[in-house]
């Protein structure tokens, strides 16, 4: 199998993996190698390659995947979108795992988006096609237990959390070939991109806005290290977050 992985939620996965099971590990691909992880698979694998992924070398990166002919390969918090051409040309099922409920709030910023729209909040774990987070979905679970004090944030954190929980639960149940894996319908929904959240954490003064959306936008971009809502008075520009907590009566 092949590992593309990225941050701290595909870090942890590799390493219990390579614990538990290191057999299926042909290659491992990453942005920028880690010396401190490449040193620690030396000394337990060394036979496993550990490579960079590089954009201009994506022609000899599918030669290489296509001549080891893996059945999986899984995208374990990887930051970039697959090109069609690499889907294509692999015969191979890709699995990917999304900080979403899916199909709501495919594409970048998820948690932007199920905190200003008040959820569901979760996460998924899909198959890859051609369409960005739009494979069938094969697990998925649902985050509770959030309210008005919790901002994006908090829930990126929830998020990594249980994705890696889910996916370390049932990744004896991914990696079995042999068994065709349930899945159900990723209905077509809107993809969110970086520019769609920047234009979103605009407001205008002049304009009416409900009291909860704009709670809940601010909520939405209490979110380091991005900006806050912004909003210009007297030509100047402004951010805006929020901190709520909770009063008793």
Do not use: C
Not at 32 to 48: M, Y
Not at 178 to 201: A, E, G, H, Q
């Amino acid at each position: 199998m092949i590992f593309f992985i990225h941050g701290d939620v595909g870090y942890n996965i590799m390493e219990f993996i390579i614990k538990k099971y290191p057999n299926d590990i042909k290659i491992i691909f990453t942005k920028k190698i880690n010396n401190k992880f490449k040193n620690k698979l030396k000394k337990k694998l060394p036979l496993i390659k550990y490579l960079a992924w590089s954009d201009k070398k994506e022609k000899k990166i599918i030669d290489l995947i296509k001549h080891l002919e893996p059945k999986l390969i899984f995208l374990l918090w990887w930051p970039k979108i697959i090109s069609k051409r690499f889907i294509k040309s692999i015969n191979s099922n890709f699995i990917n795992i999304h900080p979403s409920y899916l199909p709501h709030f495919k594409g970048k910023d998820p948690n932007f988006w199920s905190m200003i729209s008040n959820g569901p909040f979760g996460v998924s774990i899909h198959y890859v096609n051609e369409k960005i987070d739009s494979g069938p979905i094969i697990l998925r679970k649902k985050i509770s237990g959030l309210d008005m004090t919790n901002d994006a944030e908090d829930l990126y954190k929830f998020s990594k959390k249980e994705l890696i929980l889910l996916f370390k639960k049932k990744y004896k149940i991914l990696r079995n070939t042999k068994k065709k894996l349930k899945t159900f319908k990723n209905t077509p929904t809107t993809v969110n991109y970086r520019k769609d959240m920047i234009k979103k954490s605009k407001i205008d003064l002049k304009k009416r806005y409900t009291g909860e959306y704009l709670i809940n936008l601010l909520r939405a971009k209490t979110f380091s290290p991005h900006k806050g809502v912004l909003f210009k008075k007297n030509k100047k520009t402004y951010q805006a977050r929020i901190k709520i907590t909770e009063v008793n009566d």
